[in-house]
C-alpha cells in the first residue's frame, strides 16, 4: 500500500505554550473508540487536577454508515486550571478519522477561525476515486473557512502496532493529546490498565503500546505544543457523568427500588444501578412498559419503601396518570425525569429543557407536586437525596428535571461526604395512634402524617377519587374543595422554607438573566463575559420550579430587564405575525411572567445542543442593543 | 438462669380475629351483586388464615370489583384503571412480610390492563389475583367487555357483540411462567371459598377466574350453568381444590383433573358448553421474582454508608 508522505519533523521548534483552558474534540464514526479516548484523555486530565468537562457528541442511530455527516460520532473535553462548568464554545483542537463527520460540527459552529484539525490523510490514497475526490475536496473548504488541518497517516502509524488500526486508533490518539499537552506518559499508562485491565494483559499491553506510539508520533508530526497547568485543592476529587451521579444519588438516599423501562438518554442510570445497586440491598426492575415502571414504584411506596422511576420526555407522558394518583392520595415518590429533545419522540440523544410544564401540568385538574432541576453534575447527586426527603416530609411526588447535557456530561467535584441522615429510616411498624385520621391534615399547612401498612391501627384505603380526612370516597362538595386546598398549602409551607437565590455577577443593573437547569454554567460563564465589557447584566439561576424560591419579584425589580434563557422553544419576538400579546414564550419565563407579573422576555432554541456562552453572551447583547419594551402592560 | 430462654413474643397478648375484624363498613354493590359473595369468602379466607389487617394488602384497579379494598378492614389501594398488578407486584416487592390480594376485573385486567396481566403471570410473585367476570363494563354501564357473549346487546354495540369473548383461565392458561389457574362461580359460596382458600396457600400468583353476577347488566348471562348443574364440569384431584359434600352434590358430574398436566388444563379450562371449576393448573416450582426483589430488605444504614464509600472510591481520582 502507498504510504502517505510523512509530515516534516518538527519537535525542535516547538516551545510548550501554557493556557488556562483547551476544548479539544476527537470526532470519527460510529463504533471507532473516539468516546473512550476522550473519556481516558479526560481522566488522565482530571487526575491531573484540572476541572473538566466532557460531552459526548451522539449519533441517534448504533451503527449509521460510514463517512456520512450525518453518523459523526465522538467527544469534546474542555480541561482548565479552574472548575469547568459547560461544554464552552470553539473547540481548539479536533482529531477528525475522516473528513466527512467535520461537516456537521461545522455546521454546528463547533469552530472557529484557527481551529487545529488533525485530519487522517489516508482518504487521499483511497482505491475510490469518489472517496478521494471528496477527501481532497473537504481539506481545501476547510481551509479556505480558515482551519488549519493538518493531514496526518495516524492509521498507517497504528497499523506499525497492530492490525486492528481502525478499533486501535483511539488510544494512539490519547497518546497524541496527551503529548500536545504535556500531560504526564505514566498518567495515560495506568489510566489505559484502569479502563481496560478487565480485558487482559495482552489488550492493556497492546494499548499502551499504541498510546506510546502516539506520543512519540505526535511529537514528531505536531508542531503545536501547549499545557494547562492545575491547581488541586486537598479534597478528593470525583469524576462521573450525571447520569452515574443520579445513580450514586439513589444509593445515598437510601431508595431501595427503582422501576425503568429502557428509555435514552436515561437507560444508563439502569446500567450503573444493574452493577452498584444489589451491594447496598437495592433492587431494579425493569418493569414491562413506562406506566408499569411507575405503577410498581408507587406501590412500593405506599407500603413504606419510597421509590424513584426514572424515565425521558415520552415516558413521563405516559407516567402522567400516576403522577397525578400519587399527588391525590399524597403518596411519595421520585420521578426522575433526563429531558430530550421534543416534541414526540424528537431528538432522544440530544439535550433540550422541554418537559418543564409537562411536568408542572401534565395531569388533569389540580395536581399539586414538587418539581426541582439540579443545575450541574454534582447537583444531581445531591438533588437525588433531597427528593426523597421532600417526597416523605411533604407526602408528594417530586420530580426531577434533568437532560442529556447532565446525563452525557463528565465533569470532576468534590467527593460528597456522605451523612447518615440521607439514607431513610426503616420502615416505621409501631401501632397507629389511636382516632388518628389517615389524612389529618393541618389546616394552615396541608402537612399530614401517613399510616404505613403494617402498623396496626392505621389500616385505611388509598384512593385517586375525592376523599374525607380518613380515606372515605366522598362526592359531597365540601370535601373535594378541602382536599384540593390542603394539597396545595403543602407547596406554600415547602416554598416558605426556601431561601432567595442569590444574583451572580451584580444584585442590579440592566439586564438579568434567568436559567434553570444544566445551562447554568454556560449562563454564568457569559455573564462574566458580558460584565468584562462592562455591560451591567446578571444572572439568576432557579433550582425549584414547584413551589419557586421566594423573593423572584424583588430580584426582578432590581434590573431593566429580566430575560430567561433556556433549552426549549419560545417564538422569536421578530419572527413573522408575532406580536407581544400572541408571542409563544419559553416555559420558565410563561411561568415567572405569571408569578412575578413583571414582563419576562425569553431567548431559547431548540438546536438539540447545550448552549456555549458566547451565544448566550451574543443574544443578551442583541437583546440590549433592542429598545427596552416597556417593563408592564401591553409590551 | 433455669427456665425457658426469654422470648419476647410470649409477651404480646394473644390476638384472635373475627369475621368483624375484616369488615370495612356497609358495600355499596348492586342489592344481589356477585361481589358480595366473593367479600364473604375473602373475609372468611383471612379469619380463618388468622391474617393481622394490618398486614393485608389489598390493591384494585377501577370498576366495580375494584371497589373492594374499601369493603375490607386492611391496608387497601384502590389504584389506577388497569394497573392493580404493577401496584401490588411493587408492593411485594419490597414488603415480603404483607399478604397481597388483587381484586380486579374483565375490563380492569383483561382490556386496558391486559399488558400486566401478561407481565405478572410472568413474575409469579406470590399474590392472589381475582378476576370478577361479569360479562360487562358496570361502572360506566353496560359496555362491551372482552368477556361479553358473542351477539349480547350492550350500550357500545346495540346490535349485539361483534367479536367472540376471550375465556380468562384458557388465556392465562398461555402465559409464560404462569403457576395457578383456577376457576369458580359466585353462586356457589362453599366452593368460591375452597378455591380462594387454594390460591391463598400457593406462593406465587394465582390467578382465580370468577364468574360473577351482574344484576343490572348482565343477570341472566350464566343461567345455562346456574340452571343446569350438569353442565358443570368439578374437577376434582388431592392437589385440587378440595370439594366438600355439599358441592360434590351439586355437580355431580365430576373429572379428575391432575393440576400438574398443563395440556390437559388448557383442553379443561377452554370447554364451552361443559363449564369447568376447580384448579387447572398449579406448578409450585415456576420462579418466581419477589425472591429476588427482596434481597436486601432490611440492610442497615451503617450496613449501606460502608458500601457507598466503596462506590464513591470507583469515582474518585
Redesign the interface.
Known amino acids: 500500500m502507498a504510504r502517505p508522505s510523512p509530515q516534516p519533523a518538527v519537535a525542535a521548534e516547538r516551545r510548550r505554550v501554557p493556557l488556562g483552558e483547551r476544548i479539544v474534540e476527537i470526532v470519527s464514526d460510529s463504533g471507532e473508540g473516539a468516546q473512550k479516548a476522550g473519556q481516558t484523555f479526560g481522566?488522565v486530565c482530571?487526575?491531573l487536577g484540572n476541572g473538566v468537562w466532557t460531552v459526548e457528541i451522539i449519533p441517534a442511530e448504533i451503527k449509521p454508515p460510514a463517512r456520512s455527516p450525518a453518523g459523526a460520532s465522538g467527544i469534546r473535553v474542555r480541561f482548565a486550571t479552574r472548575p469547568v462548568t459547560n461544554c464552552g464554545e470553539h473547540a481548539d483542537l479536533v482529531v477528525a478519522f475522516n473528513e466527512q463527520v467535520l461537516y456537521g460540527r461545522i455546521a454546528n459552529g463547533a469552530y472557529r477561525q484557527g481551529t487545529l484539525v488533525l485530519l487522517e490523510n489516508r482518504w487521499a490514497e483511497d482505491p475510490q476515486e469518489e472517496v478521494r475526490r471528496s477527501y481532497r475536496e473537504a481539506v481545501e473548504q476547510f481551509r479556505a473557512q480558515g482551519l488549519e488541518v493538518l493531514e496526518l497517516p495516524l492509521e498507517a502509524a497504528c497499523k506499525e502496532i497492530t492490525g486492528e488500526a481502525r478499533v486501535g486508533k483511539n488510544m494512539f490518539v490519547v497518546g497524541m493529546l496527551c503529548e500536545i499537552f504535556g500531560r504526564d506518559l505514566d498518567k495515560a499508562l495506568d489510566e489505559v490498565r484502569a479502563v481496560l485491565g478487565r480485558k487482559g494483559d495482552e489488550v492493556v499491553a497492546l494499548n499502551q503500546d499504541l498510546v506510546r506510539r502516539g506520543w512519540a508520533f505526535a511529537a514528531e508530526s505536531v508542531p503545536y505544543a501547549w499545557e494547562v497547568p492545575s491547581e488541586r485543592g486537598e479534597r478528593?476529587?470525583?469524576?462521573?457523568n450525571g447520569n452515574?451521579a443520579i445513580g450514586?444519588g439513589i444509593?445515598?438516599s437510601?431508595m431501595?427500588?427503582v422501576?425503568m423501562y429502557p428509555i435514552t438518554p436515561a437507560t444508563s442510570v439502569s446500567h450503573y444501578l444493574g452493577r452498584?445497586f444489589?451491594?447496598?440491598?437495592?433492587?431494579l426492575?425493569q418493569?414491562?412498559?413506562e406506566?408499569?415502571?411507575i405503577?410498581?414504584?408507587?406501590?412500593?411506596?405506599?407500603?413504606?419503601?419510597t421509590?424513584c422511576t426514572i424515565t425521558s420526555g415520552p415516558g413521563l407522558a405516559l407516567k402522567t396518570?400516576?403522577l397525578g394518583?400519587a399527588s391525590m392520595a399524597e403518596l411519595p415518590l421520585v420521578v426522575i425525569d433526563v429531558q430530550r429533545g421534543g416534541p414526540s419522540t424528537g431528538l432522544p440523544t440530544k439535550v433540550e429543557q422541554g418537559d418543564l410544564l409537562a411536568a408542572l401540568f401534565g395531569e388533569p385538574g389540580d395536581t399539586p407536586k414538587v418539581v426541582i432541576a439540579p443545575a450541574t453534575i454534582e447537583e444531581c447527586f445531591h438533588f437525588v437525596i433531597l427528593a426523597r426527603r421532600l417526597a416523605e416530609e411533604f407526602r408528594t411526588p417530586v420530580v426531577v428535571l434533568t437532560d442529556a447535557n447532565l446525563a452525557t456530561g463528565v465533569s470532576?467535584f468534590p467527593?460528597?461526604r456522605?451523612e447518615?441522615q440521607w439514607?431513610a429510616?426503616?420502615?416505621d411498624q409501631s401501632p397507629w395512634p389511636d382516632g388518628l385520621a389517615p389524612f389529618d391534615w393541618d389546616p394552615v399547612s396541608g402537612l399530614s402524617t401517613r399510616?404505613i401498612?403494617?402498623?396496626?391501627?392505621?389500616?385505611?384505603?388509598?384512593?385517586?377519587?375525592a376523599h374525607t380526612r380518613q380515606g372515605?370516597?366522598a362526592y359531597d362538595a365540601e370535601s373535594n374543595q378541602e382536599g384540593c386546598e390542603m394539597r396545595s398549602r403543602k407547596l406554600a409551607a415547602l416554598g416558605g422554607t426556601l431561601v432567595a437565590p442569590e444574583p451572580h455577577g451584580a444584585a442590579e443593573g440592566e439586564m438579568l438573566v434567568v436559567g434553570w437547569g444544566s445551562t447554568l454554567g454556560a449562563i454564568e460563564e457569559a455573564v462574566d463575559i458580558l460584565r468584562a465589557e462592562d455591560r451591567a447584566v446578571a444572572s439568576l439561576h432557579l433550582r425549584f420550579l414547584s413551589p419557586f424560591e421566594p423573593g423572584l419579584a424583588d430580584i426582578f425589580g432590581r434590573f431593566r430587564r429580566v430575560m430567561t434563557v433556556e433549552l426549549n422553544y419560545s417564538d422569536d419576538p421578530a419572527s413573522p405575525l408575532a406580536n407581544a400579546e400572541n408571542r409563544r414564550r419559553a416555559q420558565l419565563a410563561q411561568l415567572l411572567r405569571e408569578k412575578t407579573l413583571v414582563d419576562v422576555d425569553c431567548w431559547s432554541a431548540v438546536r438539540g445542543q447545550p448552549f456555549g456562552p458566547g451565544e448566550i453572551a451574543q443574544a443578551v447583547r442583541a437583546r440590549l442593543a433592542a429598545p427596552a419594551a416597556a417593563r408592564r402592560g401591553a409590551a | 438462669m433455669l427456665g425457658p430462654a426469654h422470648d419476647p413474643a410470649l409477651e404480646i397478648p394473644e390476638r384472635y380475629f373475627t369475621l368483624e375484624n375484616y369488615d370495612?363498613g356497609v358495600a355499596r354493590w348492586c342489592p344481589s351483586c356477585g361481589d358480595f359473595a366473593i367479600l364473604s369468602a375473602v373475609q372468611k379466607i383471612c379469619r380463618d388464615r388468622q391474617v393481622?389487617?394490618?398486614?393485608l394488602?389489598?390493591?384494585s384497579g377501577i370498576g366495580c370489583s375494584s371497589r373492594f379494598?374499601?369493603y375490607m378492614?386492611?391496608?387497601?389501594?384502590?389504584?389506577?384503571h388497569g394497573?392493580p398488578?404493577?401496584?401490588?407486584?411493587?408492593?411485594?416487592?419490597?414488603?415480603p412480610?404483607?399478604e397481597v390480594w388483587v381484586a380486579t376485573g374483565d375490563g380492569d385486567c383483561c382490556s386496558i390492563g391486559a399488558?400486566?396481566w401478561?407481565?405478572a403471570a410472568r413474575y409469579n410473585m406470590d399474590l392472589v389475583v381475582m378476576i370478577f367476570d361479569n360479562s360487562v363494563y358496570g361502572l360506566t354501564k353496560k359496555q362491551t367487555s372482552p368477556t361479553t357473549p358473542l351477539g349480547m346487546p350492550t350500550n357500545t354495540h346495540p346490535q349485539g357483540a361483534i367479536l367472540p369473548p376471550l375465556n380468562i383461565a384458557e388465556t392465562t392458561l398461555g402465559f409464560p411462567n404462569v403457576s395457578f389457574v383456577a376457576r369458580s362461580v359466585d353462586w356457589n359460596p362453599a366452593h368460591l371459598y375452597q378455591t380462594l382458600a387454594t390460591a391463598a396457600a400457593h406462593r406465587g400468583t394465582s390467578f382465580v377466574h370468577i364468574l360473577q353476577r351482574c344484576p343490572t347488566y348482565t343477570p341472566n348471562v350464566f343461567d345455562e350453568w346456574r340452571q343446569n348443574p350438569e353442565l358443570t364440569l368439578l374437577l376434582t384431584h388431592e392437589r385440587g381444590v378440595p370439594a366438600d359434600d355439599v358441592v360434590r352434590r351439586v355437580y355431580k358430574r365430576q373429572a379428575e383433573h391432575d393440576p400438574a398436566d398443563l395440556a390437559a388444563a388448557r383442553r379443561l379450562a377452554s370447554m364451552h358448553e361443559q363449564l369447568a371449576i376447580g384448579l387447572f393448573y398449579r406448578n409450585p416450582e415456576a420462579p418466581r421474582y419477589d425472591l429476588?426483589?427482596?434481597?436486601?430488605?432490611?440492610?442497615t444504614?451503617?450496613?449501606?454508608?460502608a458500601?457507598?464509600?466503596?462506590?464513591?472510591d470507583r469515582?474518585?481520582?
Open positions: 481522566t482530571a487526575k478528593p476529587i470525583v469524576v462521573m452515574q450514586l444509593l445515598a437510601g431501595e427500588l422501576a452498584a444489589p451491594a447496598v440491598g437495592g433492587f426492575h418493569a414491562e412498559d406506566i408499569a415502571a405503577g410498581f414504584a408507587l406501590g412500593a411506596s405506599w407500603a413504606g419503601k421509590a396518570e400516576f394518583f470532576t467527593r460528597p456522605l447518615p439514607i429510616g426503616p420502615v399510616p401498612p403494617g402498623q396496626r391501627g392505621g389500616e385505611y384505603v388509598v384512593t385517586g377519587l372515605k370516597v | 370495612g393481622p389487617p394490618e398486614k394488602a389489598m390493591i379494598p374499601h378492614h386492611a391496608y387497601g389501594f384502590h389504584g389506577l394497573r398488578l404493577p401496584v401490588a407486584c411493587g408492593v411485594k416487592s419490597r414488603r412480610d404483607l399488558g400486566h401478561l407481565h429476588a426483589t427482596s434481597v436486601g430488605v432490611g440492610l444504614r451503617e450496613q449501606k454508608l458500601t457507598i464509600e466503596r462506590e464513591l469515582f474518585t481520582i
